[in-house]
C-alpha cells in the first residue's frame, strides 16, 4: 500500500533535525511513513530541510538553550501529535579550544545548550511519550577519550551519559527505554565543529579517516540507522550508549604497509 512504511504511524522529535545526524534521521523517518518534527535555530537551515523532507515533516525553530523555547517546544508536539513514539536529542553545540583559552561566556554557552537544554527539554517531552517509546542521545567519543581542544565539550556529553542512565531508571515504569549513540568522525557539513570553515572541515575530515581504525569516517546515514536500532528495534536494551565509532575507542589500528 502507498504510504505505508516500518515507521508508518509513528511520531518523533528530533532536536537540532535541520542538518547531519538529526536530518539523516529524520529522512529516514519519514521515508519509511513516520511523522517527525525537526527543531533547529537556522531558519534557511529549517526552511531547506521542510522542502526536501516533504509533508511528513514539521519544522519550529528552537534554541535548546532556551527555557521558553523548551516550553513552546512541548506545547507545539502536544498540538500537533498529541503523543510520541522517540525523542531523538540530537541538538548540540562544540567549539574547539585549548582549555587555558576557555571563557567563561564560552564555558556557560556550552554547558546551556548541551546539558541544560538536554535536561529540561527531556523534562518537558518525556511525558507526551507513549509507553513502551523510547528516547535517544547523541554523546559522543569525546566523553570516552582526551581529544585536545574539547574539554568543555566533552564535559557536557559524559554529562548526558549520566542523565541518560538515571532517565533510563526513572523511566522504567512507563517502559520507556532511554539510550545513547555515541559517533566519532561523522561526514556532515561542518563535522560537527561552530564556526568550522570549509578548509578546517576537510582537514577534520582527513584526521578522522587518519585515526579512524577502519580508516573512513561515518556517513550521516550510518548513525541515522544506529538511533533508529536504539529507537524501535532494541527493545531489551535501556540505559546503554552505543559507540559508533569505526573502532576508535575499542582497536589500536594495524600498521598500513
Known sequence: MEGMGKYTGKTAVITGGSTGIG???AQALVTEGAEV???GRSEPSLEAARRELGPRAHVLRSDSASLSDIAALGAHVERTFGALDLVFINA???KIEPMLEVSAEEYDKTFA??????????QRLAPLVREGGAIV?????????????????SGTK??????????????LPRRIRVNSVSPGFVNTPTMGIYGAGPEQVAAFAR???????????????????????????????????LVVDGG??????????
Not at 113 to 122: K, L, M, P
Not at 158 to 171: G, N, P, Q, S
Open 137 to 153: 542521545f547523541t554523546t559522543s567519543i569525546a566523553d570516552a577519550v582526551g581529544y585536545p581542544g574539547m574539554s568543555v565539550y
Open 248 to 257: 576508535m575507542t575499542a582497536l589500536v589500528a594495524p600498521p598500513q604497509h
Open 158 to 171: 559524559a554529562a548526558i551519559h549520566a542523565f541518560a542512565r538515571v532517565f533510563a531508571a526513572e523511566l
Open 37 to 39: 518534527l525537526i527543531t
Open 207 to 241: 584526521e578522522g579517516d587518519q585515526l579512524t581504525p577502519m580508516k573512513r569516517i561515518a556517513s550521516t546515514e550510518e548513525i541515522a540507522r544506529t538511533v533508529l536500532y536504539l529507537a524501535f528495534d532494541a527493545t531489551f536494551t535501556t540505559g546503554t550508549e
Open 113 to 122: 545548550i548541551n546539558t541544560r537544554g538536554v535536561f529540561f527539554g527531556v
Open 92 to 94: 548540540g553545540y562544540c
Open 23 to 25: 536530518f539523516g534521521t
